[in-house]
């Protein structure tokens, strides 16, 4: 696999979705080079920094919730390794605070709606992200409480579901067809950013957290493999815990049929201000340790593809 700078053209790039209230800005925008270049999609679900006014008009600290809520410029660290690599990218440009991708639509606190639950009977009981209060529609943070003046409207819940959460996800699940019927196995990089970890048990926390669904999203041997990678270039990572992958993981997966999937949640000091607030000293060279990381795995995904890809595959993606 050639190792060079992309050059992105319109031909490559598209948008998909609406922000409702946005004036018609797009929820969400994939590059895909064609023919794909390597067999990696990364997304980038809650980075999104699109606010309609009328959502911050609604929140009670709009500046300090957001920066709480994003993968601060994570979608810029995959920018740069996307364009290295050849990788192809999807990035939310709707904001986690409008609608959070990582979540079943489902995964609704009724409680914060106008009229309440509806009369169907059909809500099951909320899990425990709903009860923590990051559903699909975030309500609190810890250390800064409730984070809307006043209660949403199922209208709005709607749309943002029809206009952000429903066509984002199709995306994804297209482009990664696409890979995996080209390469014969595809992997999905699912990029997050995470607050330091602290201390524990007298260690420093990671760097990283690698999320599989405890062996259930991704193959054991390019786990094995990423863990191998951050070893050699000294970097602390954790398995699954406290991360191990969310919806994107459970509805995109699917290692039988050749899609792989790993959450990849960073340390937001590695790579940003002492404030966390813009990119700080580390951030070239996390993009450099971020590139080397996808070109390791795609030729890795490119052999799994060749193993186990069908005849009537190779055919195909000729």
């Keep these: 696999m050639e190792h060079e700078v992309l050059n992105w053209n319109d031909s490559q790039r598209k948008t998909g979705g609406i922000i409702p209230g946005s004036g018609g800005l797009p929820a969400f925008s994939l590059v895909a080079p064609q023919p794909s270049a390597i067999p990696i999609l990364i997304a980038v679900p809650h980075a999104g920094r699109a606010y309609p006014g009328t959502l911050l008009e609604r929140m009670r600290n709009p500046g300090f919730a957001a920066l709480k809520l994003e993968d601060r410029y994570a979608d810029r660290l995959a920018e740069r390794v996307a364009r290295q690599t050849g990788a192809a990218l999807l990035v939310a440009n709707a904001p986690r605070a409008m609608i959070d991708l990582n979540r079943g639509s489902d995964e609704i606190d009724w409680d914060m709606f106008a009229r309440g639950a509806p009369d169907s009977g059909a809500n099951p009981k909320p899990g425990i992200r709903v009860r923590s209060g990051l559903g699909l529609i975030p309500r609190r943070l810890q250390g800064l409480g409730e984070l809307w003046k006043r209660r949403h409207d199922e209208a709005d819940l709607a749309a943002r579901i029809e206009q952000i959460h429903a066509p984002y996800h199709a995306c994804l699940a297209e482009t990664l067809a696409t890979l995996r019927m080209r390469w014969g196995a595809a992997l999905l990089l699912d990029l997050h950013s995470m607050p330091p970890l602290g201390f524990r048990g007298g260690q420093a926390g990671p760097d990283f957290v690698l999320g599989d669904r405890f062996g259930a999203s991704c193959s054991g041997t390019l786990v094995g493999s990423c863990f191998s990678y951050f070893a050699q270039h000294r970097c602390g990572a954790a398995h699954n815990r406290p991360y191990a992958g969310g919806y994107v993981l459970n509805r995109h997966a699917d290692p039988a049929a050749g899609i792989h999937a790993l959450q990849l949640?960073?340390?937001?000091?590695?790579?940003?201000?002492?404030?966390?607030?813009?990119?700080?000293?580390?951030?070239?060279?996390?993009?450099?340790?971020?590139?080397?990381?996808?070109?390791?795995?795609?030729?890795?995904?490119?052999?799994?593809?060749?193993?186990?890809?069908?005849?009537?595959?190779?055919?195909?993606?000729?």
């Design 265 to 318: 949640e960073i340390d937001r000091s590695n790579y940003l201000d002492a404030r966390l607030a813009e990119p700080g000293a580390g951030f070239d060279a996390m993009v450099d340790l971020l590139i080397g990381l996808v070109r390791r795995m795609a030729g890795e995904v490119a052999d799994l593809g060749r193993l186990g890809r069908p005849e009537s595959w190779v055919s195909a993606a000729e």
